[in-house]
């Protein structure tokens, strides 16, 4: 696995703040490499650094997905920021589902806005 890659993926997941929770496949996209849900999971098993929240990384539809083996210390983890979990699953989870920042949103918006432009013009 490119050490870029696991690097990008390393800081947008120290970007997740407490109370939050990002999906692998999110964090996947963020860090350049959208398909890449799988690569972010074999990350966070094998990340161990404590400056890095992997616990807030869950699967797709809310499920808790593993946690270097151990889901219970996962659950606690997240049950201490707040993040009501009921078996494998994080409840609510639109209401702490994390994404990027409105502003990183809106400069990508208006680059494709203007990219459209461009080709209307030729």
């Known amino acids: 696995m490119p050490r870029e890659f696991q690097n990008r993926v390393l800081t947008v997941v120290r970007r997740i703040p407490p ?13 350049g490499r959208p398909r890449a849900a ?9 990340c161990g650094r404590p400056d890095v929240p992997c616990h807030r990384v869950i699967a797709a ?9 151990s889901e219970a210390l996962k659950r606690a983890l997240l049950a ?7 078996g494998t699953r994080v409840r609510e989870l639109e ?3 994390w994404h990027r920042s409105g502003r990183a949103q809106a400069r990508n918006h208006r680059g494709h ?9 030729n």
Do not use: Q
Request: no cysteine.
């Open 38 to 46: 799988r690569a972010v999971g074999n990350i966070m098993r094998d």
């Open 95 to 97: 209401r702490v589902l």
């Open 61 to 69: 539809g809310g499920r808790l997905g593993g946690y270097g083996g």
């Open 113 to 121: 806005r203007n990219k459209r432009r461009s080709r209307k013009k």
């Open 80 to 86: 201490a920021e707040g993040i009501t979990v009921s």
């Open 19 to 31: 109370g939050r929770v990002a999906t692998y496949g999110g964090v996947a996209a963020l860090a």
